[in-house]
């Protein structure tokens, strides 16, 4: 078995939101494992089961071999949980967060001063160590919320939406740091995230998750192998579903996903294909306002398998069942 | 059970930092009770003059009652600091360790006692130099102390047991708007037992708030030490239940969360 093993999760909260519908991933032991998917996918439902903080309605899960439902206590010793949440006390200093969090983890106290002293320095957070985390930038709560979690040295990381509020540049601090971390620790790490070039950057294999299902797993590369060809996105005027119709007649194009006011083909050589598809749209009497043509990206393969493009903010917000 | 006594021990500290660390809240803490004290025992000055009421100095009579109903309602509030870790995400952090789950409510519970015990040594003080009198010496004061430190510590445990149940400030702001001053006024704070109408000295006879003024006023004046311990006892099974109620609400929290 794998470091977590998850099969058929279902969840339905008390006003009846199904918020996951049979969710199974396995994550082995060392990698980063990524859940993609808008907010309200799921994402942050399954971390909360994995973490014993709620009970999955059905299916099954084990946490570094303890079953979450049975041995909750077991799982709780394994992992380091990092919320989307901050869930750091801004009236502690950033130290006395650490030492708290090492007792409660059962570090042993003559071993808890010197480990946080190395956490502090690891995050960069030996100089602001001892100031309230109230006056801390959210950067560097981000990395407190990290050091947390690696207070009692886990097998096993839950990261869940670790950059979601940060600017550019601290998330790209970050995402060094989550280098760093895989390289130093070999932890294995359950990420969450809704930014598809997060994922792509950080994770060996990932499972894109939609309204509460597993719709595919693989690595980065794997998924993005899997659409053939250049991916070409015709933005035309009006409705996208005739513009749809017609490109479907052309040999040249594998597949069309109507999408808004673009649409968008798979063809062999999108070069080749280019005066073809737009010749196809004049001839049905179609305006076309814009041309773009790229190579395939994880927004592709997540446009493949749920039938939309990723629009990070599209689902009701996460946790509004709760 | 030595994971229940050390987990209690370090979010005590936890809590009590948090406090001293807000300035606000020991201003207030402070000040509070020299303005109920002023205030009161200023207004309802002449009410001893009424006759049948039990005692000549209103400070005197007043004392135990303000004692009281500001650990009353100090540790009523102490649910809006589990609403703020319930929002922030203190507690699911908690909750995803093998944290012992009694200690995250004791430790509350056992801080709500303690603010009360300290709050109350301040009034006390004061309503000394504002002219009360202690005849039941030490053992007095130390009996008003536990009984304060009692009812703080079961009304801690009901307000955390509402705001798990609730999770929103507005909602438990609500509650105790609406039982609050209430229960101060269905007890003898403020006015002596043989003055009060018979309905509401009837129903008076189940408020945990009157247990805990009346225990106080017999122990500052040294009598009844019967019913002082009978009070006490009341009180400690009050704290009984409300824990209990508390750690339910726990249980529902989690169950769905």
């Known amino acids: 078995m794998g470091a977590i093993s998850v099969k058929s999760l279902t969840k339905t909260y008390g006003n009846g939101v199904e918020a996951l519908r049979g969710v199974s991933f396995e994550v082995e032991q060392g990698e980063i494992f990524g859940l993609l998917g808008p907010n ?234 280019i005066p073809q598809l737009v010749t196809a749209l004049e001839r049905a009497g179609i305006e076309i306002e814009e041309v773009t043509l790229s190579r395939p990206s994880l927004d592709d393969v997540y446009l493949q398998y749920t039938g939309h493009r990723f629009d990070a903010g599209e689902a009701a917000p996460e946790g509004m069942g709760r | 059970m030595k994971h229940f006594i050390a987990d209690t021990y370090h979010l005590l500290i936890r809590h009590i930092r948090t406090t001293l660390r807000i300035p606000v809240w020991i201003f207030v803490t402070l000040t509070q009770p020299v303005i109920w004290l002023a205030l009161y025992g200023q207004l309802f000055r002449r009410v001893v003059e009424i006759p049948g009421f039990e005692s000549d100095s209103y400070i005197q009579f007043l004392t135990p009652g303000v004692v009281i109903m500001t650990a009353f309602f100090g540790s009523a509030w102490a649910g809006m600091g589990i609403i703020e870790d319930l929002r922030g995400g203190v507690l699911d952090r908690m909750l995803a360790t093998p944290v012992s789950r009694s200690a995250l409510i004791a430790s509350r519970v056992l801080h709500a006692g303690l603010t009360v015990s300290v709050q109350s040594i301040i009034i006390l003080i004061l309503g000394i130099i504002l002219g009360a009198d202690i005849p039941g010496g030490l053992g007095g004061a130390l009996a008003i102390l536990l009984l304060a430190a009692l009812l703080g510590a079961g009304f801690s445990a009901i307000s955390n047991g509402v705001a798990l149940l609730t999770r929103r400030e507005e909602t438990l702001i609500a509650v105790i708007n609406f039982f609050g001053m209430p229960l101060v006024f269905l007890s003898t704070a403020f006015m002596a037992s043989e003055l009060m109408p018979n309905w509401i000295r009837f129903v008076a006879r189940g408020n945990p708030v009157n247990w805990a003024v009346n225990g106080a006023r017999d122990a500052m004046l040294g009598q009844h030490w019967s019913d002082v311990w009978a009070y006490g006892l009341l009180l400690a099974a009050f704290v009984l239940i409300a824990g209990f109620f508390s750690t339910q609400a726990f249980r529902m929290y989690q169950r769905s969360a």
């Open chain 1, 40 to 273: 309200g996918a799921g994402k942050s439902t399954t971390v909360r089961i994995l973490a014993t903080l709620t009970q999955p309605g059905g299916g099954e899960a084990y946490v570094g071999g303890y079953n979450v439902v049975t041995d909750p206590a077991g799982v709780r010793r394994s992992i380091g949980y990092v919320a989307q949440a901050s869930g750091v006390d801004p009236w502690g200093t950033g130290r006395e967060n650490l030492m708290l969090q090492a007792h409660i983890l059962r570090v042993p106290s003559d071993r808890a001063r010197a480990r946080v002293d190395e956490l502090l320095e690891w995050v960069g957070l030996t100089e602001a160590a001892n100031k309230l985390v109230n006056t801390y930038s959210g950067g560097m709560k981000r990395r407190l919320d990290i050091a947390m979690g690696l207070v009692h040295e886990p097998s096993i990381l839950y990261l869940d939406e670790p950059t979601t509020g940060l600017d550019p540049e601290t998330r790209a601090a970050l995402w060094r740091d989550l280098d760093e971390l895989r390289r130093d620790r070999k932890l294995t790490v359950l990420l969450t995230t809704h930014y598809l070039e997060e994922a792509d950057r950080l994770c060996d294999r990932l499972a894109i998750v939609d309204h509460g299902k597993v719709v595919v797993e693989g690595t980065p590369n794997e998924l993005k192998a899997a659409i053939r060809g250049d991916t070409v996105t015709l933005e035309v005027a009006g409705a996208s579903e005739p513009a749809a119709a017609a490109l479907r007649e052309l040999d040249v194009v594998y597949e069309v996903i109507p999408n808004g006011t673009s649409v968008v083909a798979n063809v062999a050589s999108g070069a080749a294909a």
